[in-house]
C-alpha cells in the first residue's frame, strides 16, 4: 500500500488495498454494534511452518486432513479472522469488517464477553518460537492506522489478553513496545 491510497473501506466493509478471499465462517454482528476492539493473533499452518496457503485454505473450510498430521485435529473446525498478514506483508481479507468474523473464541475484554461481536481479528503469519517479520509490522501499522480511521476502536491487544490461560498468541516474539515506536495509536495498545 502507498500512503496515496484510501484509507476507508468500501461502504461494505471491504478494503480495497487487501487481497479478498471470502470465508464463509462469519455472521451478522449484533443490532448496533460495531468494532470497537482488535485482536492480534498468530497462527501457522503446519504450525511453525510459513509460506503455504495452509491457513486461507483453514478460513474458507478447504483443509485438507490428509495433508498433514496436525490438520486431522482441526480440519472440521470452522474459524476465520477479517485479515491475514504474511510474513512477506501481503494483506488478505477474508471477512468484511460489518460482520462478525470467527476468531477470538471463548473471550472477554474488559468485562465485556463474546469479543467477536464487537472486535475485528487480525492475523499474522507467525507462531511463539519465531520473531515476526518487518514487512509485517509495516503492513499491520498501516493496517490499524486505517481500521482506527473508519471504526470507534478504544483497544488493541492479544489472543491471549481475551482468552487468558487458553491462548498465547500473537505470542513472546510480537513487539508491542516496536509497535508503539512505530506511531501505532498511543492510548489504545492493550
Known amino acids: 500500500m502507498s500512503q496515496g491510497e484510501p484509507v476507508v473501506p468500501q461502504h461494505s466493509g471491504w478494503f480495497e488495498m487487501a487481497r479478498r478471499i471470502d470465508s464463509p465462517n462469519f455472521d451478522e454482528r449484533p443490532d448496533g454494534v460495531r468494532a470497537s476492539l482488535i485482536v492480534v493473533h498468530a497462527i501457522s499452518l503446519p504450525p511453525s511452518q510459513f509460506g503455504s496457503d495452509d491457513v486461507e485454505r483453514l478460513f474458507t473450510n478447504a ?4 495433508r498433514h498430521p496436525y490438520f486431522e485435529q482441526i480440519s472440521d473446525l470452522r474459524v476465520s479472522a477479517h ?18 468474523a470467527w476468531h477470538a473464541g471463548l473471550s472477554c475484554w474488559e468485562g465485556e464477553p463474546r469479543c467477536n461481536d464487537f472486535s475485528l481479528g487480525i492475523e499474522l503469519e507467525g507462531c511463539d518460537e519465531y520473531p515476526f517479520e518487518d514487512t509485517q509490522y509495516v503492513r499491520l501499522i498501516e493496517l490499524l492506522r486505517m481500521l482506527c480511521t473508519s471504526y470507534p476502536i478504544r483497544s ?9 490461560g487458553r491462548k498465547t498468541d500473537p505470542g513472546p516474539f510480537f513487539d508491542w513496545q516496536r509497535l508503539a515506536s512505530l ?3 498511543p492510548g489504545i495498545l492493550g
Open 83 to 100: 485479515f491475514f498478514i504474511r510474513r512477506n506483508g501481503e494483506l488478505i481479507q477474508f471477512v468484511s469488517c460489518s460482520k462478525r
Open 156 to 164: 488493541i491487544v492479544g489472543h491471549c489478553d481475551i482468552a487468558p
Open 63 to 66: 483443509l485438507d486432513s490428509k
Open 183 to 185: 506511531g501505532a495509536l
